[in-house]
């Protein structure tokens, strides 16, 4: 369904942002929701939620990441 009709953003769309570790800012920076009227914001929150719940934030990541190279155990990949 449609979530966000000012940008016509579904249901969908934000779900998959979500899963994708977007926290709900990127979400209004990249596709627009919320941003304009502001009528679908408690919706897009709500798909965004229930996405998001259980894993771990991108900010979470960042900073196990930051803990493994102080600890000089982050092993990058060669490019």
Not at 10 to 24: H, K, V, Y
């Amino acid at each position: 369904m449609i979530v966000c009709v000012c940008h016509r953003v579904s249901d969908q769309t934000i779900a998959r942002a979500a899963r994708s570790g977007m926290a709900f800012d990127d979400i209004q920076l990249e596709l627009g929701v919320a941003t304009q009227c502001g009528k679908c914001e408690s919706c897009a929150r709500s798909v965004w939620s229930e996405c998001r719940s259980g894993q771990p934030t991108a900010h979470l990541k960042i900073d196990e990441l930051r803990q493994q190279l102080a600890r000089g155990t982050l092993q990058l990949a060669p490019v």
